[in-house]
């Protein structure tokens, strides 16, 4: 059986920013899962390109359907709920499993692109479900058309079934540097927080991974610079390393997630 809940930055299509000067900006507010108006200001239902990725649950929601993303008490909770269904359709992303579950995702709307200029810092508070099952990526190749370039790929916090939290970098598409933290399994609230900074060569983005205001790790990636990331939160289920995944509900829970760039 296996969930995956996850905070990660994904490759995004490349944009046109001009470029800002000013000394530290809120790009998401700690705020912004307070409400649904809140939610919708500086995020967006579902994945970037869709619904569906490589796992078994379709992620389902919008402005007025809440079942499976849902805000209560200045937290966003992410909730797979079994579907059932006499034929079940196939996800549209390869490699086109059967959907056993609706859940949910969010992403930013605006991406992230580490600067020379600039230093992202990213942090918030997860209640995620450990106990199921073994392990899967995150994410990966084959990344939807929609979003070009993979990697870059981070993981801020991945869950996969074991008691850790997996901070993941793609340092490039064929090497992953993965550390593995040990994570209460209790659903109680931790903090995450990932600082995002350029290296000296322009190059490399240099990711330092924090949990309850500890330094745990730090990893690179390569390439990195200037490319626009998405951030992404994520309950996907079963995937490549089996079935069947949990009978009943599964829910991972966010809050105070804040992002701020500083430097340019
Ligand atoms: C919102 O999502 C629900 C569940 O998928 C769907 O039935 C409904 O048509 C959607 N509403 C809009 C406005 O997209
Ligand atoms: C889904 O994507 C992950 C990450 O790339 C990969 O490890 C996994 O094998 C894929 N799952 C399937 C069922 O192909
Ligand atoms: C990852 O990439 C960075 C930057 O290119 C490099 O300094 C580092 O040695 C790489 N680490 C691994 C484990 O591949």
Redesign the pocket.
Known sequence: MITIGYVALLAAASITRSPLVQAATTVIPSNSLSSYTTLEQFWAYLYPWGSDHNGSARMVGNSSYHENIAIASSTLSLIATPTSGAVPPTSTANPNPAIHYASGTIHALEQITVTSENSYTISGDFSAPTTFGKTWPAFGKPIPAAVVGWPPEADLGEWKGTTNTWFN?F??ST?V?SDLVPWPSDLSFHTLMAVLTA?S?N??VRIDFYMDGELKTT?????FVGAALWLIIDLQMEGSSGSPGPTGTTTYKIRNVEVTRSGD
């Not at 990893?219 to 390439?223: D, H, I, L, T, Y």
């Open positions: 970098t340092n490039t090497v540097v290296e060569n190059k490399d990893q690179f990636g390569s390439g």
